[in-house]
């Protein structure tokens, strides 16, 4: 009667209790689900109903930045339908860092700043809008397939 239980073992916990993920749990069995090393008093991390510590959450569903590959800590670039350390993120021609508020443009699945874009050949970007032009005229002829229900 008011002795808690233990989330992992189902037995009374005496002593110290860790209160999580609406469970209570013994120090020694409150766990990350991927390498098993007790939280002890470290933050953790939910995802469907398991705890992670941040090196395993990061590794598992964080993500990865396309310039370093390496999974990003911290807060996210998303451009041109990637993701980017905001210390990756920077002009691919001058390696100028650029934020979502700088002008730039795609070129190679990469950012360039506009300066870069505007001393880049005229014959260039003529090149560059034309291919643009062209893939956005694919998208809109494509015929649109039936649905099966």
């Not at 009667?1 to 120090?27: S, Y």
């Not at 950012?111 to 090149?127: L, S, T």
Request: net charge positive; proline share 4%; charged share 30%.
């Amino acid at each position: 009667m008011g002795v808690p239980i233990c989330g992992a073992c189902r037995r009374p916990i005496e002593g110290r209790v860790v209160n999580a993920m609406g469970k209570q749990w013994h120090v020694e069995h409150f766990v990350c689900a991927k390498c098993e090393k007790p939280f002890l008093g470290h933050r953790h991390y939910e995802r469907k109903g398991l705890a992670y510590c941040e090196t395993h959450y990061n590794q598992l569903f964080g993500d990865v930045c396309f310039h370093c590959n390496r999974v990003i800590e911290g807060d996210v670039v998303s451009a041109l339908n990637k993701a980017w350390c905001v210390n990756c993120f920077a002009c691919s021609t001058c390696n100028t860092k650029l934020t979502l508020k700088d002008k730039f443009v795609e070129i190679d699945l990469k950012p360039v700043c506009k300066h870069c874009y505007e001393k880049m050949p005229e014959e260039f970007k003529r090149r560059l809008a034309k291919r643009e032009r062209e893939a956005k005229d694919k998208d809109k002829h494509k015929k649109k397939k039936p649905v099966c229900l």
